[in-house]
Nanobody, 122 residues
Framework: QVQLVESGGGLVQAGDSLRLSCTAS????????MGWFRQAPGKERDFVAA????????SYADSVKGRFTISRDNAQNTSYLQMNSLKPEDTAAYYC???????????????WGQGTRVTVSS
């Protein structure tokens, strides 16, 4: 059984930065793609970023390109989401997920964390 635990969320002001972490336990996910999704109140869970198991391929939602960076440390079984120039519209619960292969659609991800909340005030 795989468990994913996110951390690093919080309340920040517009323009600030945050780094989210997602640590896996139970088994190594070094051969799994890692993704980040977010869900604002009353809205669907949307794709934010994904990274291949080698770290050589990354994909981002248009809304975060140039501001967010996804990375991973397979030795630590951890994925990161560096979020810069945060905007109020980035406010959401952020979830990490893992899957075989690579993809940007929620349906392909097998394991999910419980989420960490990010609130950006204007």
């Amino acid at each position: 059984q795989v468990q994913l635990v996110e951390s690093g969320g919080g309340l920040v002001q517009a323009g600030d930065s945050l780094r989210l972490s997602c640590t896996a336990s139970g088994r190594s996910l070094s051969r799994s793609a890692m993704g980040w999704f977010r869900q604002a109140p009353g809205k669907e869970r949307d794709f934010v970023a994904a990274i291949s198991w080698t770290g050589g391929v990354a994909s981002y939602a248009d809304s975060v390109k140039g501001r967010f960076t996804i990375s991973r440390d397979n030795a630590q079984n951890t994925s990161y989401l560096q979020m810069n120039s945060l905007k109020p519209e980035d406010t959401a619960a952020y979830y990490c997920a893992a899957r075989p292969g690579f993809g940007v659609y929620r349906q392909g991800y097998e394991y999910w964390g419980q989420g960490t909340r990010v609130t950006v005030s204007s």
